[in-house]
Nanobody, 122 residues
Framework: QVQLVESGGGLVQAGGSLRLSCAAS????????MGWYRQAPGKQRELVAD???????NYADSVKGRFTISRDNAKNTVYLQMNSLKPEDTAVYYC????????????????WGQGTQVTVSS
């Protein structure tokens, strides 16, 4: 089992910044990919950004140039630095751990955090 604990959400004015953190704990050998997804009211959950254990990153077009994902493998923590925030970034942000190799081995390899609210006022 893997537990993901997110922090750093809140209310910010348009143009402001927030930094989200997500720490993974539990019994696992490795986490291949960690990422952030978001879900706004009435919309489907969408990928914001993800990062592999080797540091390869992937961003949604809507956040490129404004958001930066990073990862500290020693701390099993992933971060999302969000700059130049816009009202349309308002959503619940979820941390995801994918292709997890658990110990002892488990068929389950994908985990979600509980979500953290990000609200950007205009």
């Amino acid at each position: 089992q893997v537990q993901l604990v997110e922090s750093g959400g809140g209310l910010v004015q348009a143009g402001g910044s927030l930094r989200l953190s997500c720490a993974a704990s539990g019994r696992f050998f490795s986490i291949n990919a960690m990422g952030w997804y978001r879900q706004a009211p009435g919309k489907q959950r969408e990928l914001v950004a993800d990062i592999s254990s080797g540091g390869n990153t992937n961003y949604a077009d809507s956040v490129k140039g404004r958001f930066t994902i990073s990862r500290d493998n020693a701390k099993n923590t992933v971060y999302l630095q969000m700059n130049s925030l816009k009202p349309e970034d308002t959503a619940v942000y979820y941390c995801n751990a994918a292709r997890v190799v658990s110990t002892p081995p488990s068929a389950r390899d994908n985990y979600w955090g509980q979500g953290t609210q990000v609200t950007v006022s205009s």
